[in-house]
């Protein structure tokens, strides 16, 4: 099972769209999944294994919360990707990157732990796709080997591309105080902890232009929020 041809794949999609069954973008931004990013993720993965897993420039070490087992926490957006993920065996792409990966990065959780646990997780997880994904997209763990900037954002962006923030426990316009997204403070002490691996990155230019406009009583209490909340993981 599982054993696709991607030349079969290819020829198959390309006759769909010539068969007018699908628009030629859907044909199109299928292929260039499996001989442009599939092909080149699998090169990777031969190239620097075995010592890839090891990847994590952050330091990162924190142990990822009970939750991650139940899908029981207070944070709506979490509390449904995981419990699919968990029931399913299955999330879409931005539920992976966007909710679950953009949380472990934020709150400092051990890359090796994360791809661990997304391996175990995912029906259709092999190594030589989930591993490069996660510690290099999802993770950032490589420092740039993979992608050009780490994928992560605070509570507007869930709020953009979905419903969760409706309902939630947490509010998802406060940044600091009990009820705050734990997104946000995370979000920006990620920055400002990181600032000597990450300023300099092109891609992240205007995120440090905010950062340098906070005045010091903010950025403090962001960095108190964000340390209150990885201290406390577990009770999210």
């Known amino acids: 099972t599982k054993m ?3 030349r079969e794949l290819v020829a198959k999609a390309d006759a769909a769209w010539r068969g007018g069954w699908v628009s030629l973008a859907t044909a199109e931004g299928f292929i260039r ?3 442009g990013w599939r092909e080149y993720i699998r090169g990777f993965y031969w190239a620097h294994m075995p010592k890839y897993v090891e990847q994590n420039v ?3 070490a924190r142990a990822l919360p009970g ?37 472990a990065l934020l709150a400092g959780l051990e890359p090796a732990g994360v791809h661990r646990w997304y ?9 030589w796709v989930e591993l490069p994904n996660t510690l ?19 509570a507007a962006y869930i709020h953009r591309m979905s419903d969760y923030c409706k309902g939630c426990h947490y509010d998802r316009k406060l940044r600091t105080g009990e009820r705050a997204c734990p997104y946000n403070s995370l979000y920006w002490d990620f920055f400002a902890r990181n600032a000597g691996k990450l300023s300099t990155n092109p891609r992240l230019g205007i995120v440090y232009q905010q950062l340098a406009k906070m005045d010091q009583p903010t950025r403090r209490s962001l960095q108190e929020q964000a340390d209150e909340l990885c201290n406390s993981l577990d009770r999210l």
């Not at 995981?82 to 879409?92: D, F, N, T, V």
């Not at 391996?119 to 190594?127: C, K, N, Q, S, T």
Request: hydrophobic fraction near 45%; proline fraction near 3%.
């Open 67 to 103: 939750w991650f087992w139940n899908g029981q926490t207070r944070m709506r957006c979490l509390a449904h990707a995981i419990g699919q993920s968990l029931e399913h065996a299955y999330a879409h792409h931005i539920q992976r990157l966007m909710v679950i990966g953009n949380f």
């Open 33 to 35: 999944q499996i001989i």
């Open 136 to 154: 290099g997209m999802s993770q950032f763990a490589d420092g740039g080997m993979l992608a050009t900037k780490p994928y992560v954002a605070s």
């Open 58 to 60: 952050f330091g990162h």
């Open 119 to 127: 391996l175990g997780v995912y029906v259709d997880a092999f190594e």
């Open 4 to 6: 696709l041809d991607p």
